[in-house]
């Protein structure tokens, strides 16, 4: 599809959706957003001018997808061997699942900030440390000896549909891609994923999002094993680093591209404040672990006992974010007892 003339946004099936399934989807969601249960794609963004090809996110590295980007970029004069850029917003693997194969196909610069080119080391090169690190994670965080095993293997099951590939070029926000006639301002927002970054051209107004806003859902932004600090903290400023920005389209790579960015921003931001408010009357006064408040949180979803170990997870490792900012806040102290982390009111 057309954004304007230069910029396309195409789409790549998630594994478990053939490409026209995951197209009726993008119509559907579209004219009745609403939640979904997983994502049915991601949405790439080609910018074309001249010789120069970039591409902006890709999918998952399986078949159905790959057809789906040669199709797309086919639709509009051009072809994945023709890729000069290939700018990952961030190394989710269905962001940047293909980007190996792409990689060899074109010979393109692979661009990736920083931050999360040290999160490929050990998420996709050295997964066995991981699952370890992991699993003493889940442990002082509360979760039950018994289930573990099981959530500690989290993403494991995905490897198979990501090629690796280390980047060309490593950014740190504030650098400029050049395609032809467009200047691309990388712009670091991390909070989803250590080193997200957004993509910003002001001459045309045009804001590539990843996954840092999406128009009706909020990205999941978690503490897990390799990460530190507070990553919703660095979401929020993150969001504030683009308020002010002059857009008139907000290209998101999930759900469909919008138009209006202060609005959506300010939206986001009252979810977390609801979310902050409900999270700390889960915590008890004598002190909780992040398990017992996430059993306690309602979820779009349900309830933490009904998930899907890998949906356990990531509920667990979002309620630590929250948690920590509390935290970071003022809100809520952490003691260490024995072998477990309580979070109590200050
Ligand atoms: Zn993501
Ligand atoms: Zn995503």
């Given at each position: 599809m057309q954004i304007l003339e230069g910029i396309y946004q195409l789409l790549t099936p998630f594994p478990q959706f053939t490409f026209e399934d995951a197209k009726a989807l993008r119509h559907q969601l579209e004219e009745h957003p609403r939640v979904t249960k997983g994502l049915p794609y991601v949405l790439p963004y080609m910018v074309k001018d001249g010789d120069d090809v970039l591409l902006v996110d890709c999918g998952w590295n399986t078949d159905g997808a790959f057809s789906a980007l040669e199709e797309g970029m086919k639709e509009h004069?051009?072809?994945?061997?023709?890729?000069t850029q290939l700018v990952i917003t961030h190394v989710h693997p269905d962001h940047y699942g293909m980007a190996g194969r792409l990689k060899r196909m074109s010979d393109c610069d692979v661009v990736i900030h920083e931050k999360d080119t040290a999160v490929i080391n050990d998420r996709y090169f050295a997964p066995k440390s991981l699952t370890d690190e992991m699993g003493r994670f889940m442990n002082l965080n509360g979760v039950p000896p018994i289930e573990t095993p099981q959530m500690a293997q989290g993403s494991m099951p995905m490897i198979d549909k990501v090629a690796a590939v280390p980047p060309d070029t490593q950014v740190k926000g504030g650098e400029t891609i050049k395609v032809g006639k467009f200047d691309f301002e990388i712009i670091w927002t991390p909070g989803h994923s250590p080193g997200h970054i957004c993509l910003y051209e002001p001459n045309y107004k045009v804001l590539l999002t990843g996954d840092h806003i999406l128009p009706t859902i909020t990205p999941n932004v978690s503490i897990h094993a390799q990460t530190h600090g507070s990553p919703l903290g660095d979401y929020m400023r993150s969001l504030e680093k683009l308020i002010d920005l002059d857009v008139k389209y907000v290209l998101p790579a999930h759900e469909f591209d919008t138009k209006d960015l202060k609005k959506r921003i300010r939206e986001i931001e009252e979810h977390h404040v609801v979310r902050l408010d409900e999270m700390y009357n889960c915590v008890d006064r004598g002190g909780s672990t992040a398990w017992d408040v996430a059993g306690r949180v309602k979820w779009a979803t349900g309830m933490l006992a009904d998930f899907e170990p890998f949906m356990q997870r990531a509920a667990v490792g979002e309620t630590i974010a929250h948690l920590e900012y509390m935290f970071e806040t003022g809100r809520l102290a952490k003691v260490r007892r024995g072998e477990q982390l309580f979070w109590l009111p200050v």
């Open positions: 004069g051009s072809h994945p061997g023709a890729i």
